[in-house]
């Protein structure tokens, strides 16, 4: 069994940056795939980046290219997502997720575990 908790979130002007980090519990989360997902008011949960067990294979939603990075340290069992040059658009519930298979997966049915979620404010 795998604990995830997300924290970093906030409110920040368009343009600015955060840092969202997912600290995970269990022996085995370094074998583990993660993934970010968000999901806005009235719209489904929607993949953002997602990294494979060795960092070795990481995935970005195509909206996202280019301004966010998804990273891990696997000796502090925490995933990070550093989400730069922010819109308003990117405004929503952000979650961590852990595939146990340890790949790099797109699809939210895919994962075995999620966090209880960090909220992303961004204001025009």
């Known amino acids: 069994q795998v604990q995830l908790a997300e924290s970093g979130g906030g409110l920040v002007q368009a343009g600015g940056s955060l840092r969202l980090s997912c600290a995970a519990s269990?022996?085995?989360?370094?074998?583990?795939?993660m993934g970010w997902f968000r999901q806005a008011p009235g719209k489904e949960r929607e993949f953002v980046a997602n990294?494979?067990?060795?960092?070795?294979?990481?995935n970005y939603a195509d909206s996202v290219k280019g301004r966010f990075t998804i990273s891990r340290d696997n000796a502090r069992n925490t995933v990070y997502l550093q989400m730069n040059s922010l819109k308003p658009e990117n405004t929503a519930v952000y979650y961590c997720?852990?595939?146990?298979?340890?790949?790099?997966?797109?699809?939210?049915?895919?994962?075995?575990?999620w966090g209880q979620g960090t909220q992303v404010t961004v204001s025009s």
């Open positions: 990294i494979n067990w060795n960092s070795g294979i990481r």
């Open positions: 269990g022996r085995t989360y370094g074998t583990y795939g």
């Open positions: 997720a852990a595939d146990r298979r340890g790949y790099a997966r797109i699809g939210p049915h895919e994962y075995d575990y």
